[in-house]
């Protein structure tokens, strides 16, 4: 008999380790910021008119409305790509000096 516990036992713990309830996915508790409606402009642009562009670290940051620039300004702009050229996934924005 005892020959036959141990298989028993193996059966049992594989049981539990595959059962049990599963919760749902998290949701999101706030909704996606709605971006600022800022002129565009190329990053050329940008730092002809004095500002620096700023590259978004990859959170998103500087999509949201209430963003600030490192001086604390708001963004003059979003940069886009220059006719015909790359575009950039992250996204960045044009800040005053």
Known sequence: MRNA???VIALLLSCLGCGGSQSA???PTE???VPATRSELTAEACTASGGTVVGDIGDGAIHKAEY???GGAAPTGNIRAPEG???AVEGSVC???
Do not use: D, E, N, S
Request: hydrophobic share 20%.
């Open 5 to 7: 516990t141990l298989p």
């Open 25 to 27: 996915p998290a949701t």
């Open 31 to 33: 909704a996606q910021p």
């Open 68 to 70: 600030r620039c490192p």
């Open 85 to 87: 050229g790359p575009i």
């Open 95 to 97: 800040c005053p000096r």
